[in-house]
């Protein structure tokens, strides 16, 4: 990967990072614009008029969320909303399917609920927008700034001061790799393999956007999905072995980010 991108790898240092950014809550943005790639963790309703069972706008979701249910998968904040107001946004940053106008100028979330670093993954719940269609989407957003901003130059200055934060990965495994019914990847490749093919795609995918003017992008690993409760109970049936298995399989893809800068 080129040297001139910074490319902030943090793996499990999120808290670090929520701990620092805390102390600058107040000021004034630390960056003019925060963009977001990202699944369920992320998405703040741009699943909401899709065809797919990962949705998120009826209750109890959004129940302790400033603005009720939004098509967020949580009963509050997402992370993205968290880090949003510490790095001093007075708004929750648009989702691609209702921004319009300036409302781009602070960012764009383009998270898709179900959605990886493969198309595919996801695909058994229904439509999706994957990271390959969220980078087309934010091309869209880089034409639009340009007609705000005069000139594509202009739009590009302007991207390489926002901060990116790209976080997928936990489909390709939970609703792609540890579904072998609906999936052939398991049969194809070891964990390691695979871990080597999802870091192979997303690297691709990170140098796309830095062609479209990304400079400061975070990186997130994954977190043990294997113990979180659909895992344990739907997709182990409470075998904790299971569980283990899908734990160690996220380890090399998490080794694999750290090296990526490096690609
Ligand atoms: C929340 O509601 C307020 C006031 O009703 C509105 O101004 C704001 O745009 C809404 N924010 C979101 C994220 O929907
Ligand atoms: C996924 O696999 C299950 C079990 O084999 C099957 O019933 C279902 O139709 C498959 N779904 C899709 C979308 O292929
Ligand atoms: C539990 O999971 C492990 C690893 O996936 C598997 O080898 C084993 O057969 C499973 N045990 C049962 C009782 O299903």
Redesign the pocket.
């Given at each position: 990967m080129t040297d001139k991108i910074k490319v902030w790898c943090f793996l499990l240092f999120l808290s670090r990072l929520v701990s620092n950014l805390q102390n600058c809550a107040h000021a004034a943005p630390q960056v003019p614009c925060f963009f977001i790639f990202g699944d369920s963790l992320a998405d703040s309703g741009n699943n909401n008029n899709l065809v797919t069972a990962a949705k998120a706008n009826y209750r109890p979701y959004g129940i302790d969320f400033p603005n009720g249910t939004t098509g967020r998968f949580t009963n509050g904040r997402t992370v993205v909303d968290i880090i949003g107001e510490l790095l001093g946004f007075n708004q929750f940053i648009p989702p691609f399917a209702t921004a319009r106008g300036r409302d781009i100028l602070v960012g764009v979330n383009y998270a898709s609920g179900a959605s990886g670093i493969r198309d595919e993954s996801g695909?058994?719940l229904g439509d999706r927008i994957s990271l390959n269609e969220q980078l087309q989407n934010h091309a869209a957003t880089l034409s639009r700034l340009t007609q705000l901003l005069g000139t594509k130059q202009a739009a590009e200055n302007y991207l390489n001061k926002c901060l990116y934060y790209v976080s997928l990965g936990s489909n390709d495994y939970l609703n792609n790799y540890f579904m072998p019914?609906?999936y052939t990847t398991s049969r194809l490749y070891t964990p390691d393999q695979y871990a080597k093919v999802l870091i192979d795609q997303y690297s691709q995918q990170i140098k796309l956007l830095y062609h479209l003017g990304a400079r400061k992008i975070a990186l997130p690993g994954l977190r043990p999905i294997g113990s979180i409760p659909y895992s344990f109970s739907t997709l182990c049936r409470n075998n904790v072995s299971c569980v283990t298995n899908i734990n160690n399989a996220v380890l090399p893809f998490n080794a694999g980010l750290v090296l990526l800068p490096n690609f």
């Open positions: 695909r058994q019914s609906n």
